[in-house]
């Protein structure tokens, strides 16, 4: 894979925003700040179509700042926010959804994204704790007594979800009403049950929000419960991204790139080598609880130094990891 935009691949290593760069004659890529400093930021999407009206794909973090960004943007592009027809959204994390509801309420442009995300934003985000009660999760886990006080803070303490109630609900393969644009709608459920990437024929373009990214791999079954696994989901949507080799790649976060085989194939090894890992533990026999397992996986911080949301986030994908195993 390589970078398609040096200033957005130099700001990325930097770790500080670019500015809005033109991709092709109609599309802008506009990168917008978000807090907490482990990811700089996101890219909300611009493309105008063959009216003058502006479609808006991932509106950002809702802040002033970034709202103020977007206008003067619009400006820059010699367009308004009156003149914003659709806002498309890969999927409900705050960094890729935060903005919608501002927008729409602004422009009046209806909000779309996958039946499923809507459904996923309904139920709630938390994969184990919306299934049971937490304390039982925990126990289930073999989460020591000692331990669970300081799991069960940090899911008082979880941002709420956005309460998003979409106008048009997207379907797998469906196409984007973009006069002059032939946008269709990819499911890539893993990352969240509902993520959605969007693909652009006439220009070769791939929207993948943040199932496949240039510098990291996104992390899985962030969107709630599923009745499927989100690895094994996860893996069938990279095959599916991998067919559009020759497109040039719009992500998430990062610096756009061409070569999504290659990346995809990077983000599976990434995370069968986490189920080879479970795998390897189980097949020591005991029946490990998953508290067991986890603590014998190896972990960038050091297992001894995981706690509060780090230490939930070790467990729920050790769970989810035991469970693909399992399933063979
Ligand atoms: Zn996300």
Redesign the pocket.
């Known amino acids: 894979m390589h970078a398609t935009s040096i200033t957005q691949f130099d700001a990325s290593e930097a770790g500080v925003v670019p500015g809005c760069e033109r991709v092709r004659d109609n599309v802008w890529a506009l990168p917008l700040s978000m807090p907490g400093g482990h990811i700089p930021y996101s890219i909300l999407y611009l493309m105008r179509d063959s009216r003058g009206g502006v479609h808006v794909v991932d509106p950002g973090w809702d802040s002033d700042d970034n709202w103020q960004t977007l206008v003067e943007t619009l400006q820059a592009i010699g367009a308004a926010v009156a003149d914003v027809q659709s806002i498309t959204v890969t999927?409900l994390?705050p960094?890729?959804i935060g903005m919608a509801e501002r927008l729409r309420g602004a422009s009046g442009a209806p909000v779309q994204l996958h039946a499923l995300e809507q459904r996923a934003i309904n139920g709630g985000v938390n994969r184990a704790w919306s299934t049971a009660a937490p304390e039982a999760v925990l126990s289930s886990w073999g989460v020591p007594d000692d331990r669970q006080p300081e799991i069960l803070r940090m899911a008082d303490r979880l941002p709420p979800q956005i309460p998003l109630t979409a106008d048009r609900l997207l379907v797998d393969d469906q196409k984007l009403d973009i006069p002059g644009f032939d946008i269709t709608v990819m499911r890539t459920p893993g990352?969240?049950p509902g993520h959605s990437c969007l693909r652009d024929d006439a220009n070769r373009l791939l929207y993948t929000?943040?199932h496949v990214l240039p510098t990291m791999h996104?992390g899985l079954g962030?969107g709630g419960p599923t009745e499927t696994n989100p690895i094994a989901d996860y893996l069938a949507s990279l095959e599916l991204v991998s067919r559009y080799d020759d497109y040039e790649v719009l992500p998430?976060h990062g610096y756009r790139f061409v070569g999504v085989r290659e990346r995809a194939g990077q983000s599976e090894e990434h995370h069968l080598n986490r189920s080879r890992e479970v795998a390897a533990v189980i097949a020591e026999g005991g029946e490990p609880t998953i508290w067991e397992i986890a603590s014998r996986l190896t972990w960038t911080a050091g297992w001894g130094q995981l706690n509060g949301f780090f230490l939930y986030s070790a467990l729920a994908q050790t769970a989810m990891h035991r469970e693909f195993v399992e399933a063979g």
Request: no cysteine; net charge negative.
């Open positions: 999927h994390h960094d890729h990352h969240t929000g943040d996104g962030l998430g």
